[in-house]
């Protein structure tokens, strides 16, 4: 794992787990130490057959599971709030991104810099990313493990996360929620760079000969599987915006359709 998010998260798993091992351990060897102490074959425990109640049992094996369940609570809902996926991460301005899910691939928009990639993701280490996430087609779920979190993308609706990588190199991404026949193969590569090779990037996707405009994104649009990486030198200004107007739109015309009829 790489990145403050990722760090936050993999430190609580390890937190949970040592706290969880205090309950544990001791659990595992009484369990062993009772079974040794008081076996049939001549067990040194003794038979008390009238003993029915021990206030010091029951304050021990109730007691200390729900102080247990109290601290895991706290260190929970503490990071819930710290961690929340729209919350902007403190640094450098952030690299606004856009991703829309499509069947079955990832398409990525720079409105800043007015380039478009399919299933490649590129930003520089150490600068904040923040997200703009929506879909064109069924539920999908956005996630790069190795940078941690994962968010819903749904047609009519905008979702974000922000994000962030500490070190340089090539990470995968994916859909997490299963989405069809491609499923498998929706994933795409995730770029941390130095700043002088993603601004060698950027120049590269600009000098695609693709734009994005209507006629590619109906192509780019169409169901594939393992599609491959492609670049968008222009996109049209809002059109993340624009793509989920249109589905707000559609419900807003059935609405207004069945209304009518209804009258």
Do not use: C
């Amino acid at each position: 794992m790489t990145g403050p998010i990722a760090d936050a998260v993999d430190a609580l798993m390890w937190q949970a787990f040592g706290l969880m091992l205090v309950i544990v351990v001791p659990v595992i060897a009484l369990t062993l130490f009772i079974a040794w102490r008081y076996r049939a074959s001549g067990g040194s425990g003794t038979h008390q057959p009238d003993w029915d109640h021990s206030r010091a049992v029951e304050i021990t094996v109730w007691g200390i599971p729900v102080l247990m369940i109290a601290i895991l609570a706290t260190w929970v809902w503490e990071k819930t709030h710290a961690l929340d996926p729209y919350k902007v991460l403190p640094g450098a301005k952030p690299l606004q991104i856009e991703a829309i899910a499509l069947d079955w691939k990832w398409l990525f928009i720079y409105p800043e810099l007015n380039i478009g990639t399919v299933n490649e993701l590129a930003f520089p280490v150490g600068q904040p990313v923040t997200f703009r996430i929506t879909s064109e087609v069924a539920m999908n779920s956005f996630m790069i493990p190795a940078l941690g979190g994962q968010i819903y993308a749904m047609a009519g609706m905008e979702t974000k996360l922000n994000l962030q990588a500490n070190e340089t190199g090539t990470m995968q991404g994916r859909n997490m929620q299963f989405s069809g026949d491609g499923f498998a193969g929706q994933t795409f590569e995730a770029l941390s760079m130095s700043q002088d090779d993603f601004e060698a990037w950027v120049s590269k996707v600009q000098d695609s000969d693709t734009p994005l405009d209507h006629a590619t994104f109906a192509e780019v649009r169409k169901p594939s599987v393992d599609a491959p990486v492609r670049y968008f030198s222009t996109v049209p200004p809002d059109f993340f915006s624009k793509r989920v107007a249109h589905f707000m739109g559609m419900e807003h015309e059935m609405m207004h359709g069945t209304k009518a009829a209804n009258e």
